[in-house]
Each structure stands twice: as C-alpha cells, then as structure tokens.
C-alpha cells in the first residue's frame, strides 16, 4: 500500500504462479487392528476441579477472612508459627530439630520436643533441615488442593513464601 502512494519507492518484487493448483483430498486413515500382545492403556484423569463451596473454618492462630481465603490464611499462619518453633527450639537446643512429626492428635513433635503448632488433618507437612548452613525450609501443603505455604530459616532470618 505504500509503494501505490508513493511513487518514488521501489516496486515491490511479484509472486508469480507457474502451475495450477491440484485439489487437496484428505487421506482416511485405515483402522488398525492392536495385536494381542499390545494393551490398549486408557490415560488416567489428572484434572483437579475445586469443590464448589470447600470451605475450611480459621485456624485458631489465623486471622479470620473470607471463606475463600481462608485455606491461604491458615497455610500462612502456621508456616509462620512452625518457623518460629524451630527458631525457638535452635536457641534452646544450639542446633535445629533433625526432624519433625505429626502426632496423632495434630501437635508438631521433635526429639522430645512438642511445639505449640496444630497440623490440621487436611494439611501435609514438609521439613528439610540443612545444619551446617543452620537452615531449614517447611512447606505446609492442603492435601486436596496442593495449595501450599513455605517458610525458610536461613541463618538469621525468615521468610514466608507461596509455594
């Protein structure tokens, strides 16, 4: 369009089609029978699709939102509160804890150790301790959704982080 406004610009090089153009027909694949030695595998279904209305009450130590930030608020909460157990538990002990548990009753345990964190039963932990860098890193995740918090403890801070 520019070179027809204006006529001082080089002409534009032209296509210039020397042969016709054949009709395309599409090729029907034949059916092919498995042998009996091949299973035919149907896929497994790994779509998540939120229940409508899940809503999970506020966790004792979590601040009171809408229902459908409460997961988060609660996720949030007790990241921070196991971090700061062990940060506690590493001025007591001079170290961190080499592992933690949930009890049957929901208390966070160590080394006979009990913290004053309450793992709800939806809720999966994660702990990984590194001593010599007198780090560690907990990610709380809910078990249906996969929605998860982590707090990392590296030497003399903390972090809480969405994960």
């Known amino acids: 369009m520019a070179w027809a406004a204006d006529t001082n610009l080089v002409a534009p090089p032209q296509v210039v089609i020397t042969q016709a153009f054949a009709a395309q027909i599409p090729t029907v694949p034949q059916p092919v029978t498995p042998s009996p030695a ?3 595998v149907q896929a497994e279904d790994h779509s998540y699709e939120l229940r409508a209305g899940r809503a999970v009450p506020a966790a004792s130590n979590a601040r009171q939102v809408e229902p459908q930030y409460q997961l988060q608020a609660n996720l949030v909460a007790l990241a921070y509160e196991i971090c700061i157990g062990i940060d506690e538990y590493r001025s007591k002990y001079g170290g961190l804890p080499t ?3 949930v009890a049957d009753d929901g208390r966070l ?16 932990l994660s702990y990984t301790p590194d001593a010599p860098l007198d780090s560690a890193f907990v990610t709380v995740a809910d078990a249906e959704s996969g929605l998860a918090m982590s707090c990392v403890r590296s030497a003399d801070e903390m972090w809480i982080a969405n994960s």
Request: charged fraction near 15%; charge should be negative; hydrophobic fraction near 40%.
């Open 99 to 101: 592992s933690l548990s």
């Open 109 to 124: 345990t160590t080394d006979d150790v009990t913290f004053s964190a309450v793992v709800p039963a939806y809720v999966r």
């Open 38 to 40: 091949v299973q035919q």
